[in-house]
């Protein structure tokens, strides 16, 4: 049998990813996701191996060592990875989508030149800080930053395979799965 594919997702925050891999996950029961490894401390609800594998500094720097990661980042002071074991495991049963940044992606792609990158675009600047104001838990400095960050995202929207915007999270959701038909 042959491996799933690769798939990587990224956008800027507030462009509704997690929606639309939800989405995704419900219409296609072969998809799986891989759980990214950090060094932040859980918030409050979050489940070791279920949102993250909650991991130490001391650890994740040794798995960086041993090559333990198909991509890896450090931003806000803490460390943020795919562990490489885990996304092999689950593409021995079939294709396995990543939600991850735009530096991670191009590991990735380094790594596995296979791999499919999709770039999902908010409809406009206008909509993207609109979902990032409504989702009310967001102080207006880390609204900016955002922001600010969501332009150099989108700026390394060409080298990935597609682009799609998500105006309507089922119809990005649908168009994601026809790419990853192919």
């Not at 996701?33 to 594998?53: K, L, M, N, Q």
Request: glycine share 8%.
């Amino acid at each position: 049998m042959s491996k799933g594919k690769l798939i990587v997702i990224s956008g800027a925050s507030g462009v509704g990813k997690g929606t639309v891999l939800g989405i995704m996950m419900k219409k296609r029961k072969d998809l799986s996701f891989s759980v990214s490894a950090t060094t932040r401390p859980p918030r409050p609800g979050e489940i070791d191996g279920v949102h993250y594998y909650f991991i130490s500094r001391e650890k994740f720097e040794e798995m960086i060592a041993e090559g333990a990661f198909l991509e890896y980042d450090a931003h806000a002071d803490n460390y943020y990875g795919t562990p490489r074991a885990q996304a092999e495991e689950k593409r021995e049963r079939g294709p396995v989508l990543l939600d991850i940044e735009p530096a991670g992606a191009k590991q990735v792609r380094e790594s596995e030149p296979e791999a499919v990158l999709i770039f999902i675009m908010p409809p406009s600047m206008e909509e993207l800080e609109r979902r990032l104001r409504g989702r009310g838990d967001t102080s207006e400095e880390q609204i900016k930053l955002r922001m600010e960050r969501a332009v150099w995202e989108m700026e390394q929207k060409q080298w990935y395979d597609h682009v799609v915007v998500n105006d309507d999270p089922e119809r990005c959701a649908d168009e994601i799965l026809k790419i990853i038909a192919e």
